[in-house]
């Protein structure tokens, strides 16, 4: 069983013995796209060691991040309800692995497992609030107390300080020009909260880093643990 997910580590033991014939460890690559929006569904997947950002389009093509899922949640629980179609792009952000099941057994065992279905309802909510709260912190607080909170975001659900990410893809997923998050990463640096090197970014002052993040990154990490208790 894979422990390294935390949604699979609390399902019950007959719900574990139900899925695990039909888990596979897979590695994915940073920006692999796993679901794309408006497209079938094959697979739901339960990261272990990686991240993937959820992204909503327009129809011109434009995307922007609105939440997060590593080894706390799962991507694709709309299956557990027999819903294949994808409304969003999910990619991957952090390389690294992840579980994959096929959406017709995560169905399977949704409608026979009402531990699943409970456990799976709690992360979406945790994951709305994720989202709601994120959208609120794009609105009003500035770029370096929001990069603050991505990266203690990252690092929680990697279980890592260090964390592969290109600039270009850090850029992207808070909506700002890469001149822009050089700056803000070279001033977390200088302030000795971050270590910036060739693809990845090492933090080496939590509780500096914390100073520096607004409170959505509190909020919504106080969400997840009140449904879903504490990830370790």
């Known amino acids: 069983m894979a422990a390294e997910n935390h949604l699979l580590s609390l399902l019950d033991a007959p719900t574990q013995a139900l899925l695990k014939p039909h888990m596979r460890t897979i590695s994915v690559d940073h920006g692999e796209l796993l679901h794309s929006s408006a497209s079938e569904v094959e697979f739901a997947y339960f990261p272990r060691s990686c991240i993937i950002s959820v992204l909503a389009s327009t129809e011109q093509g434009a995307t922007a991040e609105t939440s997060i899922v590593g080894r706390e949640g799962m991507i694709g629980s709309s299956t557990i309800h027999g ?6 792009d999910s990619v991957v952000q952090v390389a690294g692995e ?3 099941i096929p959406a017709a057994e995560v169905h399977r065992v949704g409608r026979a497992s009402e531990s699943f279905r409970k456990i799976v309802a709690l992360f979406d909510l945790s994951l709305l609030a994720q989202s709601q709260q994120s959208t609120a912190c794009q609105a009003l607080h500035p770029v370096e107390n929001r990069a603050a909170r991505w990266l203690l975001q990252c690092r929680r659900r990697l279980g890592s300080d260090d964390i592969r990410l290109t600039q270009e893809f850090f850029a992207q997923m808070l909506g700002v020009q890469r001149t822009t998050i050089n700056l803000v990463e070279r001033t977390l640096q200088n302030a000795g909260l971050i270590q910036i090197g060739r693809g990845r970014i090492s933090i080496l002052d939590l509780e500096g ?7 959505c990154y509190n909020r919504i990490e106080r969400r997840y643990e009140e449904l879903l208790g504490r990830l370790d």
């Open 98 to 100: 992840a579980v994959k």
């Open 83 to 88: 819903i294949t179609t994808a409304f969003a």
């Open 209 to 215: 880093l914390h100073a520096v993040a607004c409170d």
